[in-house]
């Protein structure tokens, strides 16, 4: 089984905090993404990453960094949260190869006050 | 541009049959995924389609028709449990491009 762990279910934050959001996967993946998801606009690619400390921008990618140090972990950083990064964030895995899905975590609900 | 487009809410009765639409323009396409989410959940993997037909697993299948950019998912034999969103999702290079998904509800 895919194995995709995001650190926490639901986080509160105060507008101005940095916030850290964790991603770890146990199938040795080489490619992970960050999306957000809120309703009416579907999934958002932040960033993703191909290997380890490679990063690339994905389509939203203001606002947020990202870090991977090591290959089974991918950090989501929200440099100064703002109300309007009040979501829903998802974490993916990726094998490679055209048939290939790719595999979620939980997810993690983000209320920035 | 990328464009997904599919329906924002169905309902359906239990034990029937339900198809849901996807549109697409993209400017790469390697392929079309099918995810479903249970509210609150991740979404998970229900099927793929890179070549034009049909793809069945199951009571789901997924259809492609690449010149018309157009896709559906056909659920068979609703249950209650069915109930969730369905999204589509375009493979440009390896990314994925998403549509904003179908709520699907189903009645007993």
């Known amino acids: 089984d895919v194995k995709v762990t995001q650190s926490s279910r639901y986080l509160v934050k105060r507008t101005g905090e940095k916030v850290f959001l964790e991603c770890v996967q146990d199938m040795d993946h080489e490619n992970m993404f960050w999306y957000r998801q809120d309703p009416g606009l579907g999934l958002r690619l932040i960033y993703f990453s191909y290997d380890v400390k490679m990063k690339e921008k994905g389509d939203i990618p203001e606002g947020y960094s990202v870090s991977r140090e090591k290959k089974e972990r991918f950090s989501l950083i929200l440099e100064s949260a703002s109300t309007n990064q009040t979501s829903m964030y998802l974490c993916?895995?990726?094998?490679?190869?055209?048939?290939?899905?790719?595999?979620f975590g939980d997810g993690t609900r983000l209320s920035i006050l | 541009g990328q464009n997904i487009d599919q329906p924002t809410e169905m309902t359906a009765t239990e034990g029937a049959i339900v198809q849901i639409n996807c549109t697409y323009q993209t400017s790469g396409f390697n392929g079309l995924f099918w995810y479903q989410q249970h509210a609150g959940e991740a979404p998970t993997f229900l099927s793929y389609n890179v070549l034009d037909g049909l793809e069945e697993k199951g009571r789901f299948s997924s259809f492609l028709s690449r010149s018309k950019g157009y896709s559906y998912l056909l659920l068979k034999e609703l249950q209650m449990k069915d109930s969730a969103s369905y999204l589509c999702a375009v493979k440009d290079t390896d990314k994925l491009i998403f549509g904003t998904g179908t709520r699907l509800q189903v009645f007993p």
């Open positions: 993916a895995i990726y094998r490679g190869g055209h048939s290939q899905p790719q595999h």
